[in-house]
């Protein structure tokens, strides 16, 4: 279907960079006779201040196309319980434009409009959104559960993050549609069901699914689409990290993948500008979010697969200038460390010290990775932030330090929260002929 906007304001200068359609402006009110398409009309009675006939011929207009056509009345008019009242409020009117059919609505009205008319096309063509795919660290939490879960069970209840709770009641919201909630993380199951848990003990009422992992997030969508048997164009995802985002929009081509910068506002900019917010449109069913649970399952992974993302970085040796964000990653990161021990700046004299930055084309990441080895070249420790995983930058780094230092053994410790690191160490073992040496088995016979 094609999509018409019909006014009685010369809106289509202002409007039709952000809603592509076939406009007609008509101080008269004749339009051109349309079936089987999607008609907007847009009318304000503020300049004009209608008479009762006027507003009895638009009630005949609007009704005469709304009986072919699916029609969308934007207007300040008392009209039927069907009309969308938007434009009744002064202060969406800039009024040092003059005349009011050369449109005098300020940018944010216009993108109000705008927001209104693509949720009405997206929701004629393809219905309410289906599906919210939604990150957990720095998204729905301020913060990353495994490296700061003291700090945000302290602080969550703050005012500061009055952004991350207006996400989650939107998110509920959404569920409440009928939207089906899949929370998408880097983290094991057992961490982020402890993270929902603690942001809301119900959790489970508004969750479809949860999928947990180390794989590209563009492949782990693209397997729950095809599980769901779902268009990818009528899901949203939702996270706070660029490389993430560029990815899903390279790989899938998907529209709708939307960056959370910590500003609620500005993300529900850009739902609004996309036509992509529910409002109140679709309705849940329970028996559906059952089938999809069902469909989904446990075992969304597959073969891991990279991030496909431009980045360099810089590798230093005993730089004491690290020390601090050393001893700061030590203390927090707990995915991928293969021997979890808090350090002191003591610490850096017995070992060669590596450190490593990342700087990506969505900007510089910092010191997000050290590595600690003996004098006898073991491996005592290898560490980097969840952040900069994803992008095969912690296997570039190590098959360097492998030429540069002749490492000979891996000293690694197994918990069930560096699992991201088990699976390393074993694609080391296939890679390279190194001696893994379990801490466990260290400790039992010291």
Known sequence: MKLYIYSDLFIQPHLEDKVSAIYHYS??????????????????????????????????????????????????????????????????????????AQMPFKKKTLHNI????????RHEGSGAIKCYFIDLDNTLIPGVWEENQDEIVRDYASPKNGNYHSLLSYVKKQSSYGAQIIVISKNESVSIESALSFIDPFWNSWVTSIDAGWNAKHVRIQILVNKMNININDCVFIDDNPIEIQSVKDELRMQNAMLFNGSFSSLMQQ?????????GKGNFIKER?????????????KKDKSINVNYSYKLW????????????LSSKTNQFNLNKELLKKDSFYEYSLYTWDCRTDFGYLGVIG????????????FVMSCRALGFSLETEVFNRLIKEVNIRSVLFDKTEKNRVAETFINELKKSHKLKIIDKTTIENIE
Do not use: M, W
């Open 370 to 381: 050290y590595a600690i080895i003996s004098s006898k070249s073991e491996l005592i420790n």
């Open 27 to 100: 101080e008269s009110l004749e339009f051109p006779q349309v079936k089987k398409e999607l008609v907007v009309f847009i009318f304000s009675d503020i300049y004009r201040n209608y008479s009762r006939e006027a507003r009895d011929l638009i009630n005949k207009k609007v009704d005469e196309f709304s009986e072919f056509n699916n029609v969308l009345l934007l207007s300040d008019l008392n009209q039927t319980s069907s009309v969308i009242s938007f434009l009744s409020d002064y202060s969406n009117y800039d009024f040092t434009l003059g005349y009011f």
């Open 114 to 121: 705008a927001s209104c008319i693509l949720n009405f096309v």
């Open 317 to 328: 040796h005993n730089n004491k200038d690290h020390y601090d964000r050393v001893i700061e």
């Open 289 to 301: 979010r059952n089938q999809y649970r069902n469909l989904l399952g446990d075992d969304n992974q």
């Open 271 to 279: 739902l609004q500008i996309l036509g992509l917010s529910n409002s």
